[in-house]
């Protein structure tokens, strides 16, 4: 089985063949201008070669007869009978709507190829010969000197698209070398001369050339080259054989360079010393590698012949190009660099200086000394140590410039010389003031916040008020300890707590507390808001939006932007307003009704409510996503039921707030049980209100409804009314019959009764102590 691989190798293989075909025409031709003498033997011998090794039907040279232009005269053809030129119609002038491949060769002076002669539309007497003796394809090839056309060379492959670039290539060069064959066995008399002066020459010069060191050539008037040593041959690729009497010098030379050296070759004969004697150029070597070349030409004495002679420096150029390519990169990161450079000598003179330091000076001071211009000092910079850099230690230091009071960061290092010494500093600064001044405010204000925070802390141990909260339990001082965290950030904070807890109050002392204290702090209470107006009431409208809008109408975000918007019971709000509050809080901004502007408020949203938000979610009364968006730190407010211990501070608080200027009621200890036992569903609110009707009615009645089981005046007893009127004693005795119940129930166990009290064990101590419950 024959694969599509195995095709493709033979097809390879076969044009490896073909290509080495052609090249084994021109080696074979090559020998025969070298040992043929006659002109008509060559030309015979060549068609023979390119008939017999490439395999082609057909081949014939012809040139143009003297005297007659339109005349092409046969000179040497081989294969097929001679009497198939007559068929073929040679002269120039006979088919001129289709002329021969030789004519056209001839006519234009270029390379005439017709891939295949059975697919032309016309036909004329030498297709119609050439498509009978089974010819495929040919290709002519003009044999031109010095413009001039002296005839040309025919030839025919049986099969069609024989000759591609390649071959067409290769037989330009052997046709060029037919031209030159053909010029060189004419001027017999001529070459014999060139040779004996050649022969003169290398006798002359041979031993010196070959052994100068460099690539030497010599170079005739018409550019061949008639001399090569071996080292020429290494550079070039070529041997002797293919470079003398072969090939001209500037068929080594790159292209970009042809011009220039061609000039200098003409000068060189014909204006003697206007050319120069030594340049780079560069070299094309036999494998298509350029090489970078020092090419140095001379003159022979008394002849047009020039020696040159070549020195490779392709490594020398690369390591000068890679040279010239950092120091352009390390002279763009120099006049770049953000900060000023400079280099100075021992004597503290300045040798370098980059732009930003020229501008900073206001012009170059190269010459002068550093410390002079830079630093308006009359004597070297303290900071920088002589002896350190002399080690070679670089030195780095923070400096303040006396001569503008600026701050800069300033890095000294050591140059070493060629011996290892150190022969330069070099010296980099960069103005750091802005950074300093920052530094230092940063500081200052991190002390500030140190010692605030120091503050702070120590009074929140037995700390029993935070504004206008109230309560020295371990719960309200882990929500003071919350409410300073929260303060201190921009997050979004949702409070929990039963109706009455007070917080409204917690929003509003975290807002105070915060870096928006000075801008507005605005209550919403989400359940009191009707459906039909919650969009306008959050984000405002436009006069005329709807019926009844007769003006513009600020909305609850924009009255916030800056500050804090407090957003009580949150979850009351619908599924539709959840996701234009989302796109609000997310930056997405807002839109009021009736207008196309897009407002993006800067908001701080503290949110409360008294559901388990949890199960909104689930239930699908609360986005999940909006949900996560305001619950980013929780605060849990505990009910009053839960922190007893507080009533007194409260008692204390609320009497001083509605008496201010009146006296107090009685306040006895059958009025703190009353307090203490009832368990305040109202929470907070319900203990304010149940004291405000205790001033007003002198007793006490409970939200709920339950009958006081006394009154405050009865209680009090007679000839003494004021007996009682000492909050402070009156506090002292109900804590202490409290803690004697609560140890009594203990068994006098401190421990389980600090617990259930829920209080330190040191503070149950230092209480016992104080009322004399020490046993």
């Known amino acids: 089985m024959i694969t599509s691989v195995d095709v493709s190798k033979n097809d390879l293989m076969r044009e490896l063949g073909k290509m080495n075909r052609f090249i084994k025409i021109l080696s074979r031709c090559k020998k025969a201008f070298i040992h043929e003498k006659d002109e008509k033997n060559l030309l015979n011998e060549i068609c023979r070669i390119i008939v017999e090794v490439g395999s082609f039907p057909f081949v014939w040279i012809g040139f143009a007869q003297a005297g007659a232009k339109k005349t092409i005269l046969p000179v040497a053809t081989c294969g097929y009978e001679e009497g198939y030129l007559r068929a073929i119609a040679p002269t120039w002038g006979e088919s001129a709507d289709n002329p021969s491949p030789m004519d056209t060769a001839i006519r234009s002076g270029t390379v005439c190829t017709i891939p295949d002669i059975r697919a032309t539309d016309t036909a004329s007497t030498w297709q119609y010969e050439a498509i009978l003796r089974g010819f495929g394809s040919v290709v002519a090839f003009p044999l031109i000197s010095d413009g001039n056309t002296l005839g040309a060379i025919s030839i025919y492959a049986g099969d069609a698209h024989a000759f591609d670039p390649e071959k067409v290539d290769l037989l330009r060069e052997l046709a060029n070398d037919i031209t030159c064959g053909v010029l060189n066995l004419r001027s017999q008399l001529e070459g014999s001369h060139i040779k004996g002066m050649l022969k003169e020459t290398e006798a002359k010069y041979s031993g010196v050339l070959e052994n100068t060191g460099t690539g030497t050539i010599l170079i005739e008037t018409d550019g061949m080259i008639s001399f090569a040593n071996a080292t020429f041959e290494t550079y070039s690729g070529y041997s002797a054989e293919e470079l003398i009497d072969r090939m001209k010098w500037s068929d080594v030379i790159h292209a970009d360079d042809r011009p220039r050296l061609s000039r200098y070759h003409v000068w060189r004969r014909t204006e003697p010393g206007r050319a120069p004697d030594v340049y780079e150029c560069k070299m094309i070597t036999k494998t298509r590698t350029v090489k970078n070349m020092l090419m140095k030409v001379g003159m022979v004495k008394g002849t047009q012949i020039s020696i040159a002679s070549f020195m490779d ?463």
């Open 313 to 775: 420096i392709t490594h020398a150029k690369l390591a000068e190009d890679r040279l010239k390519q950092r120091e352009s990169q390390l002279r763009a990161i120099i006049e770049n660099f953000d900060g000023m450079i400079y280099i100075r000598d021992m004597d503290h003179r300045i040798e370098f200086m980059n732009t930003p330091l020229i501008e900073f000076l206001g012009g170059d001071a190269i010459g002068k000394r550093c410390h002079s211009v830079i630093y308006g000092l009359t004597t070297p910079c303290p900071w920088c140590r002589s002896r350190s850099l002399l080690k070679g230690d670089p030195i780095k230091k923070v400096l303040k410039c006396p001569k503008n009071d600026r701050w800069y960061d300033s890095v000294i290092s050591p140059i070493h010389g060629s011996d290892g010494s150190v022969s330069r500093i070099q010296a980099i600064i960069r103005d750091i003031t802005e950074q300093k001044m920052a530094e230092e405010a940063l500081l200052e204000r991190e002390k500030g916040l140190r010692q605030e925070n120091l503050r702070l802390k120590s009074t929140m141990k037995d700390r029993y008020k935070f504004g206008d909260i109230v309560g020295k339990s371990q719960a309200m001082q882990t929500v003071y300890e919350l409410i300073l965290k929260s303060a201190a950030s921009d997050d979004h904070i949702i409070i929990y707590g039963e109706s009455g807890t007070g917080k409204e109050l917690v929003a509003k002392a975290i807002h105070d507390a915060s870096s928006r204290s000075a801008q507005n702090f605005v209550p919403v209470n989400c359940g009191a808001i009707n459906e039909n107006i919650i969009e306008s009431e959050f984000f405002g409208h436009k006069k005329g939006a709807f019926t009844g809008a007769d003006r513009d109408h600020e909305g609850f975000l924009d009255k916030a932007d800056g500050g804090t918007l407090f957003l009580d019971e949150i979850g009351e709000i619908g599924l539709n307003m959840q996701v234009k509050l989302l796109r609000a809080i997310d930056g997405g901004g807002f839109t009021p009704v009736g207008s196309n502007e897009v407002k993006k408020p800067d908001i701080r949203i503290v949110s409360a409510t008294n559901r388990n938000l949890v199960e909104h979610v689930k239930n699908n009364r609360m986005r999940e996503d909006f949900f996560y968006r305001i619950h980013v730190i929780p605060i849990y407010l505990k009910p009053l039921r839960e922190r007893k211990e507080d009533l007194p501070l409260l008692i204390e608080h609320f009497l001083k707030r509605f008496c201010p200027t009146t006296k107090v009621p009685p306040v006895t200890g059958k009025f703190l049980e009353a307090i203490t036992h009832y368990d305040w569903p109202g929470n907070v609110r319900e203990l304010q209100n149940a004291l405000r009707r205790f001033i007003s009615l002198k007793e006490l009645n409970f939200s709920s409804g339950i009958t006081p089981a006394f009154s405050p005046l009865d209680q009090a007893p007679t000839g003494a009314p004021d007996e009682f009127t000492d909050l402070k004693t009156v506090m002292d005795t109900f804590e202490k019959q409290v803690l004697t119940d609560i140890l009594q129930k203990c068994h006098w166990h401190r421990e389980r009764a600090a617990a259930m009290l829920k209080i330190h064990r040191k503070t149950l101590f230092g209480k016992m102590k104080k009322y004399d419950l020490m046993v």
